[in-house]
């Protein structure tokens, strides 16, 4: 799987981190965490366990605002790193079928 990153200047990415730290003070935000349902795995969690997570990660051009975070779990946000959202379903997909496929007691 090939990843694209986009330059950004320290500016741009500090600029975008704090927009992302006004958008967590913020009622909407606090609504999104107080649901407890992680965006990625749809696991239920007390709201202090969920992160901020951008769909399009800053590094790959994402902005903070509304349209681009969600609520993760710290899991599915640490494993989820840098990908796209296309590329995270990849890897769920390849991660399930490996697990299924290692269960298979038809050898």
Known sequence: ??????????????????????????????????????????????AVELTMDHIVPITRGGKSSRGNVVPACKECNSRKKYLLPMEWEEYITGARRKAEGGRDGDA
């Open 1 to 46: 799987m090939s990843h694209f990153i986009i330059e950004l200047s320290e500016q741009e990415i500090k600029r975008e981190k704090d927009k992302a730290r006004e958008l967590r003070r913020s009622r909407w935000w606090q609504n999104r965490l107080a649901k407890g349902v992680c965006h990625w795995c749809g696991g239920t969690f007390p």
